[in-house]
C-alpha cells in the first residue's frame, strides 16, 4: 500500500512568488491533516480536512495560505505571496478515523 | 490542549532497553496518549497509544500510570535505528471530530554503538 506522498520535495521560491504544494493521502482516509515546522520550532497543526470539508483551519497563519481538497482524494496547500518566514518543512497526514496519523516525507521549502 | 512534559534528550546503549517518560498531570479522562517519532529528514511515525491500560505493539510498550498523569515509552532493544525524536502527544478520542496532534520539543534519544 502507498504512503502518504508528497510534492514537492524540496522548493526554492522568491518572495512574492507563489508555491503550490500537493499531497496524496492514503487511499480511503478521510481525514487529511498539514503540519509545519519554521526555523527548528515545533512542528505546528495547520488545518484538518474531512474528506473535501475543512474540519479545523485554526492553525492556518493567514490569509496567504490557501488550502483545498478537491474530491476529498489529494489536497494541494498554496502561499500566494510567498514571505520569508513561510520557510520551513510542511507535513501532510492522513488517517481513516482519528486514530494513527500516517505522515509524508514533507516538503521542504525555502523563500529567499 | 493538554500539555506534556519530556526531557530534552536521553541516551543509550545499543540493545539495550530505554525508558522515556512522559508527564502529562492536566490530562482530562478522554485524552488518550499518542507516541509518534521523528527519525532524522524524515516526517513523524506513529509508534503506539494507549488510554488507561498498559499496550504492547511490535513496535514498542507504552506503560501509563494508574492516575495517569505520566506514561513511559519502552523500546526494550534500542537499536541504532531508533535514534530519533519521540513526542508524546495527547489527543481527542478516535472517531471525534478533531484529531489534530499538538507536538512539543520532543525526546531526541541518541543510541550508541
Known amino acids: 500500500e502507498a504512503g502518504v506522498t508528497q510534492f514537492p520535495s524540496h522548493s526554492v521560491i522568491e518572495k512574492g512568488q507563489t508555491v503550490t504544494l500537493r499531497c496524496d493521502p492514503i487511499s480511503g482516509h478521510d481525514n487529511l491533516y498539514w503540519y509545519r515546522r519554521v526555523m527548528g520550532k515545533e512542528i505546528k497543526f495547520l488545518l484538518h480536512?474531512?474528506?473535501?470539508?475543512?474540519?479545523?483551519e485554526s492553525g492556518m497563519p493567514n490569509n496567504r495560505f490557501l488550502a483545498e481538497r478537491t474530491g476529498g482524494t489529494y489536497s494541494t496547500l498554496k502561499v500566494q505571496p510567498a514571505e520569508l518566514e513561510d520557510s520551513g518543512v510542511y507535513f501532510c497526514a492522513s488517517s481513516p478515523k482519528n486514530t494513527e496519523a500516517f505522515f509524508g516525507q514533507g516538503t521542504r521549502l525555502t523563500v529567499v | 490542549d493538554a500539555k506534556t512534559t519530556q526531557p530534552n534528550s536521553m541516551e543509550s546503549n545499543e540493545e539495550e532497553p530505554v525508558h522515556l517518560p512522559c508527564n502529562h498531570s492536566?490530562?482530562?479522562?478522554?485524552?488518550?496518549i499518542h507516541w509518534y517519532r521523528q527519525l532524522p529528514s524524515q516526517g513523524p511515525e506513529y509508534v503506539i497509544h494507549g488510554l488507561t491500560s498498559n499496550v504492547n505493539n511490535r513496535m514498542a510498550s507504552l506503560a501509563i500510570a494508574e492516575d495517569r498523569k505520566s506514561s513511559t515509552l519502552i523500546l526494550h532493544r534500542a537499536t541504532l535505528r531508533d535514534a530519533a525524536v519521540y513526542y508524546c502527544i495527547l489527543r481527542d478520542p478516535p472517531g471525534t471530530s478533531y484529531g489534530k496532534l499538538t507536538f512539543g520539543q520532543g525526546t531526541i534519544l541518541t543510541v550508541h554503538p
Open positions: 492536566t490530562i482530562s479522562g478522554t485524552d488518550y
Open positions: 480536512f474531512v474528506k473535501e470539508s475543512k474540519q479545523d
